[in-house]
Each structure stands twice: as structure tokens, then as C-alpha cells.
């Protein structure tokens, strides 16, 4: 089984920064992308970054030029750095490994962690 264990959420005032990380465990072989998502209470969940086994990365809009995400692929381990940020950064934030294969023969599957909170006062 693989299971992903976020850390580094808390409480900060706007303009402070934190940094997430999420760590996949288990049997694995490999993982295509890692990416956290966000949720805010009432909306949906949204895709904040992504990047690949290849260090492609993908933001949000909403968060370009402030956030950066890193990974360490030996690891398995992906980081969100977030600066300046704003009450509406506020949420859950979940990680997701993508396409992972436990051995080199097995489907691919996807996982996802329990969720770290993130509050952002203003």
C-alpha cells in the first residue's frame, strides 16, 4: 500500500509564508507527477501546482510568482513553498501522486493524502 503524509500546514497572517511537504511511502517503483490541491470551504477542490518525475511544473493562476514546488525524487517527497500569502490561499491543501506503479509491471494508480489545513489571516 502506499499512503502520502502532508506536513507543514498551520496558521499565518498574510503576507507569511509556510512550506508543505508530503512524503509517498509504500512499495514504489515509480510516480509520474506529484501535485497538491486545495480546497476552501463551500468551493471545489482545485489543482494549486504540479510538477513531474522530470521537474515540469504547473501552477494556478492564482498563485504564480508567489508559490513555488519542488520534489525530491529519491525521496518521493514533493514541497510547496508558498510566500505572500492571502486569506484567500485559506484551505485544505491535499497532495496527489499520480500514475504510481508499486513494481515496474503493475497498473498505474492514484493516491492521495489526508489533507493539511492552511489559515491565512488578514
Known amino acids: 500500500q502506499v499512503q502520502l503524509v502532508e506536513s507543514g500546514g498551520g496558521l499565518v497572517q498574510a503576507g507569511g509564508s509556510l512550506r508543505l511537504s508530503c512524503a509517498a511511502s509504500?512499495?514504489?517503483?515509480?510516480?509520474?507527477?506529484m501535485a497538491w490541491y486545495r480546497q476552501a470551504p463551500g468551493k471545489q477542490r482545485e489543482l494549486v501546482a504540479s510538477?513531474?518525475?522530470?521537474?515540469?511544473?504547473t501552477f494556478a493562476d492564482s498563485v504564480k510568482g508567489r508559490f513555488t514546488i519542488s520534489r525530491d525524487n529519491a525521496k518521493n517527497t514533493v514541497y510547496l513553498q508558498m510566500n505572500v500569502l492571502k486569506p484567500e490561499d485559506t484551505g485544505i491543501y491535499y497532495c496527489n501522486a499520480d500514475r504510481v506503479r508499486r513494481t515496474r509491471f503493475d497498473i498505474t494508480r492514484d493516491y492521495w493524502g489526508q489533507g493539511t489545513q492552511v489559515t491565512v489571516s488578514s
Open positions: 509504500g512499495s514504489i517503483f515509480s510516480i509520474n507527477a
Open positions: 510538477i513531474t518525475s522530470g521537474g515540469s511544473t
